[in-house]
């Protein structure tokens, strides 16, 4: 039979997927974390690239804790104009603005009792950041219009693709408000970090949208799976369901034919490290993921976890690699002296007689 079957898709059609797919070293860190934080009631910050599963990873802790029984409620601050997203969070009574004709609950209140998810958090106004501040440290708000206190019990998990700790050193995100979403951070590899997963997602998006569309679809060439696992996938998961639900709609019969010109303008080049040897390349991609994390080994945003590693696997490799810890990257270095050029060594050589 051409190519890779996909799992019985009678199977498929008649159990729920999971949404959470992935079996690499450095995705079942970011599931062993998950499984730890959601144990805990703490402020939890999931940072990513566009289109990496943050909310996924959302629901994963909400579904796991004691909280699961409870509401999950989701904004995206991204995509609230920054003078209607203050009622969105915190409600408002009627008559607080134009058009305001009843009371109306904020998500804050929504999610009493649950989870509330804010993505994008990195596009909150920053007039509204205090607000969100003291919702977050005291459980305790007013809505548009009212003096009256509110008090709730919520978990807050907040996602974003930007780097905060910049936009806090650009004067663009408060600094306290920053540190009180830190509590717990997590981490989400991009697709390039994780390729290894790239061939599970593109069977479960097989399957998903096979059932969906009601197209049976029970072969994938092994020439187009091998195109999807070298591609860049700058989208990460989001581009690759998306193209994969495209592929299915196009498809006619029980083979998956995808347009793969669709993708040549973006795939990787040749790259320089695929001349060099095994050892060149792991130490490429290790000083790479150093370098992401700010060269922290340890701890959870680590290089080693991000890795996949144990500290002591990394910390080994990189002494195998001639890779310095950025401490020992600090001891005094000799300095070097250029030659002396021709005209120089002339003059010297003739004031010594």
């Known amino acids: ?32 974390q998950v499984r730890i934080i959601a144990k805990s009631d703490s402020v939890t910050l999931i940072q990513g ?39 969105e969070l915190f409600g408002h009574e009627r008559g607080a603005f134009t ?22 958090i990195g596009d909150l106004p920053l007039e509204l950041q205090p607000k969100l501040l003291r919702a977050l440290q005291e459980q305790e708000f007013e809505r548009l219009g009212s003096g009256q206190t509110i008090r709730v019990n919520v978990r807050v998990v907040a996602a974003t693709n930007q780097d905060l700790a910049r936009l806090v050193s650009l004067k663009q ?71 994969i639900e495209r592929a299915v709609v196009m498809s006619s019969g029980p083979v998956l034919r995808p347009a793969l010109t669709e993708l040549k303008q973006v795939m990787r080049t040749e790259s320089p490290v695929a001349c060099q040897t095994l050892a060149a390349a792991e130490r490429d991609h290790i000083l790479e993921v150093l370098n992401q994390s700010s060269w922290q080994i340890g701890g959870q ?3 080693a976890a991000r890795l996949g590693l144990p500290r002591t696997t990394l910390v ?3 002494r195998k690699l001639g890779i310095e810890t950025r401490k020992s990257s600090r001891r005094p270095r000799l300095q070097v002296v250029p030659p002396p050029s021709a005209r120089e060594a002339e003059m010297a050589f003739a004031g010594a007689f």
């Open 1 to 32: 039979m051409e190519g890779n079957p996909v799992i019985n898709r009678s199977a498929s059609s008649t159990q729920s997927e999971p949404e959470i797919v992935g079996q690499s070293p450095v995705f079942q860190n970011v599931l062993n």
């Open 99 to 120: 058009g305001a004709y009843a009371q109306t609950k904020g998500r804050f209140q929504q999610a009493d009792q649950g989870t509330l998810f804010l993505d994008e």
């Open 316 to 318: 080994y490799k990189m």
């Open 173 to 243: 995100f408060r600094a306290d408000l920053y540190y009180r979403l830190n509590v717990i951070p997590i981490y989400l590899p991009s697709l390039r970090e994780r390729a290894e997963d790239i061939p599970e997602l593109v069977r479960h998006f097989v399957r998903k949208f096979s059932a969906r569309l009601n197209k049976p679809i029970d072969i994938i060439p092994e020439e187009v799976m091998e195109f999807l696992k070298y591609h860049d996938w700058p989208g990460n998961i989001r581009e690759v369901q998306n193209f």
């Open 49 to 87: 690239e566009t289109g990496t599963g943050k909310e996924v990873i959302a629901r994963a802790i909400h579904n796991q804790s004691l909280r699961s029984t409870g509401p999950f409620v989701k904004l995206n601050c991204a995509a609230i104009p920054g003078p209607l997203l203050e009622s």
């Open 301 to 303: 945003q680590g290089a």
